[in-house]
């Protein structure tokens, strides 16, 4: 069965052990995988999320130690929200002043409760309180019981001049639909249980976006296998005109990539075949894993991470 839906999103991070210690401290977040960035083997790549590192609960980070600052613009995601049960709203604001995480006050948007804060990198993030939501796959810490932890990523919020040829890739290629207006935002919405929520604010000619630290690189939508993206890349060069690269191994899931026409880097990932390809679930992100490329030279990019205790 297909699920329309996000698979995850990745941002660029400061120091790594800050960037380990709030995903996994404060939000309690599953580390689900400790790898490398494939392209720049010095830096780590952290997968966090549920308990099996499920499509839609990651969130991923390439933690550059002296990154510069970005600065969110057209050409951006302006936000990434997680969701959690609606009644851990005031759990999750406690925490956050206890916490000294940067934050606003509750507010509504198409009508849920929405909490906005910020990690240390500033990276803009929020928490959708959902009705009735569904607990599967639940990783909890002694400071975050099961009724207030986070379930997975809800969505994204997009800011682009134009958000029609965006809305367009969204509905065609991905299979969501457009479901509520609200100002100059836009929502359309896929069928999986998990980050199926994508907000595209018209900005106009506002300033430009600038990637670094504290902004998400890219965002990858699931395809449920190889055929499945296949067809998604046809309909991207047949009908939109786009040029998707060739599709890359990451090990845990295969993608392509491509600019969507606001400027946004989009990627598409199968769902399999998942970070249990090597570790057991008892055991996600225990280990460095690196892709079979990059073994033998193993004690080489362990002696150039940055520690992590």
């Not at 969110?72 to 969701?83: C, K, L, P, S």
């Amino acid at each position: 069965m297909r699920h329309h839906g996000i698979h995850h999103v990745t941002v660029i991070a400061g120091p790594a052990r800050r960037n380990l210690d709030f995903y996994t401290r404060v939000l309690g977040l599953r580390l689900v995988k400790k790898t490398v960035n494939f392209d720049d083997p010095a830096t780590y790549h952290f997968y966090f999320g549920d308990s099996i590192g499920s499509p839609g609960s990651i969130l991923t980070f390439f933690p550059w130690e002296h990154v510069a600052p970005g600065q969110t613009g057209t050409g951006t995601t302006q936000e990434t929200a997680f969701r959690v049960p609606e009644s851990a709203l005031a759990f999750w604001e406690q925490r956050f002043i206890e916490q000294g995480v940067e934050h606003g006050k509750p507010e509504k948007r198409f009508g849920q409760s929405v909490l906005p804060f910020k990690d240390p990198d500033g990276t803009s993030l929020a928490l959708v309180g959902i009705a009735n939501v569904r607990t599967d796959n639940t990783w909890t810490t002694g400071a975050i019981p099961t009724e207030h932890a986070i379930q997975g990523l809800e969505g994204v919020t997009l800011l682009v001049e134009n958000g029609e040829p965006t809305g367009a890739i969204l509905t065609d290629v991905f299979g969501f639909r457009e479901v509520a207006r609200e100002g100059e935002l836009v929502r359309y919405k896929g069928d999986a249980v998990l980050c199926s929520v994508v907000d595209v604010r018209s900005a106009g000619s506002k300033l430009p976006g600038r990637t670094g630290g504290g902004t998400v690189h890219h965002i990858a939508f699931r395809a449920t296998d190889d055929a499945h993206q296949v067809e998604m890349v046809r309909k991207l060069v047949e009908t939109h005109g786009l040029q998707p690269t060739e599709q890359k191994d990451r090990n845990y899931f295969r993608s392509v990539y491509f600019r969507e026409p606001g400027g946004i880097l989009f990627e598409i990932a199968t769902d399999g075949p998942g970070f249990d390809a090597d570790e057991t679930h008892d055991n996600l992100g225990d280990e460095l894993k690196l892709p079979a490329f990059l073994e033998a030279r193993r004690s080489e990019i362990e002696g150039k991470l940055p520690a992590l205790t």
